[in-house]
């Protein structure tokens, strides 16, 4: 299925979203696939995959791990 997700899964990706500024959100397999929206400053981002949802928060990931890198010491918290 291309939009299975386990719900530890996502709560643990939507937690990985949300330090970076962005809300998950999904819809329920109830009434109809289940497709996934990120929301990040103020606009709302279709997600129709499990895939295409990892493939938007990945660049995120990849800049806070930058910017914490960079980040001289003393300055916790602070960018």
């Known amino acids: 299925m291309i939009n299975?997700?386990?719900?530890?899964?996502?709560?643990?990706?939507?937690?990985?979203a949300a330090i970076r500024g962005c809300v998950?959100?999904?819809?329920?397999?109830t009434d109809?696939?289940?497709v996934f929206f990120a929301?990040?400053?103020g606009q709302l981002h279709?997600?129709?995959?499990v895939a295409a949802l990892r493939a938007f928060v990945a660049p995120?990931?990849?800049?806070?791990e930058a910017t914490d890198q960079h980040?001289?010491?003393g300055q916790v918290g602070m960018l």
């Open 39 to 41: 929301e990040r400053h």
């Open 46 to 49: 279709y997600q129709p995959t």
């Open 60 to 64: 995120m990931q990849d800049q806070k």
């Open 4 to 16: 299975s997700i386990t719900e530890k899964e996502f709560q643990t990706l939507r937690a990985h």
């Open 24 to 29: 998950l959100h999904r819809s329920e397999a």
């Open 71 to 73: 980040q001289p010491s």
């Open 32 to 34: 109809g696939p289940v």
